[in-house]
């Protein structure tokens, strides 16, 4: 254990993790590492100025969000507010009866959506500061669940993954429905209390709705704490069964690295299973030796080096 922290403070002792901003882990479900660092910061673009982290600061997850939600449908299914992932996609927005009636588009269902295997045309290849970013134009859609819904059909579903924050979109309004509530309101109460979490936000977009593929913030602590929820096979918050099927590999990504529901699995020796964002945000959680590690930064759109330094610090351990 040691080893580990020598490893990570030379690194950042030694600059080779410029834009890092906070670091726990957990081993055994106790605090074995803490570290905080300090810089400019963003939530999500709008700009936060120069910022000193501590245990108490709220970060941006980005796409780190995508997973918390698959948790959420988890527990919103083990309530029955929610379909079973083989459920048909669109008609859970029936107000849509053109797309409802689209042959082309019967057989999609929600597992193609939390296994990001929709089979529709997408791209966040693009800057997520242009609209040539199919997640930006989402956002600024008239009504995000038709735009993503609408995508022309580019292949089979459930051939091929293809990163697309439109799918988290759609989980969280199916969520949103079936509990009657906002998704946040929802989180409230069905995952964030129970871990004790009372410091959080979750930004909202131009529609006044809460971003589900990126606009989650929590203090690095707490979502430690919920990768040792993950761990722990769920408690009584979120159903084992749900995990089990979460973090179950479904998709190939590359040989060694796939996904399951909204969930990252790295499938080699030491498999570990994770929840990762843009900048540098990262929650890993391995069963081998009860590891958890959070990480926040600030490599916002680009390659997050420092933060790939630190994690391979930690995990060769």
């Known amino acids: 254990m040691v ?7 030379e690194i ?9 901003h906070g670091l726990v882990v957990l081993r055994g479900g106790e605090p074995v590492l803490e570290r905080y660092g300090s810089g400019p910061d963003h939530r999500l673009g709008e700009p936060l100025g120069h910022v000193e982290f501590g245990r108490d600061t709220l970060h941006d997850l980005r796409s780190v969000s995508k ?5 959420l449908y988890g527990i919103a299914l083990g309530e029955g507010l929610v379909p079973e992932p083989g459920a048909g996609l669109v008609a859970q927005f029936p107000e849509y009866a053109d797309l409802v009636a689209d042959p082309a588009r019967a057989h999609l269902t929600i597992e193609h959506a939390l296994t990001m295997t929709l089979g529709l045309d997408w791209n966040e290849d693009a800057p997520y500061t242009s609209t040539a970013n199919s997640e930006i134009a989402m956002e600024e859609a008239p009504d995000r669940y038709r735009y993503v819904l609408e995508r022309p059909v580019a292949e089979e579903a459930g051939r091929r993954w293809l990163y697309c924050g439109g799918a988290s979109a759609l989980l969280g309004g199916i969520i949103a429905r079936g509990a009657g509530r906002p998704l946040e309101e929802y989180a409230a109460t069905a995952l964030f209390e129970p871990l004790g979490i009372t410091s959080w936000e979750w930004s909202k977009g131009g529609h006044g709705t809460v971003s589900a593929a990126a606009g989650l913030r929590l203090r690095p602590m707490d979502l430690a704490a919920i990768g040792q929820l993950v761990l722990d096979g769920g408690r009584d918050v979120v159903p084992a069964s749900w995990l089990r099927a979460a973090l179950t ?7 060694g690295f796939e996904y399951g529901y909204q969930w990252y699995l790295n499938t080699g020796k030491r498999p570990w299973a994770a ?6 945000q990262r929650l890993i959680v391995r069963e081998e030796d ?9 490599e916002y759109d680009q390659d997050p080096g420092g933060a790939t330094a630190l ?7």
Do not use: Q, W
Request: hydrophobic residues 55%; aromatic residues 2%; proline residues 6%.
């Open 12 to 20: 950042l002792r030694a600059g080779g993790a410029p834009h890092f």
């Open 3 to 9: 080893a580990m922290a020598e490893r990570v403070d």
């Open 67 to 71: 997973s918390m939600v698959a948790l």
């Open 290 to 298: 009860a590891l958890v590690m959070a990480m926040t930064a600030g």
């Open 311 to 317: 994690t391979e610090a930690i995990l060769d351990d």
């Open 275 to 280: 929840a990762l964002g843009n900048g540098g």
């Open 249 to 255: 590999p479904r998709v190939v990504i590359d040989p």
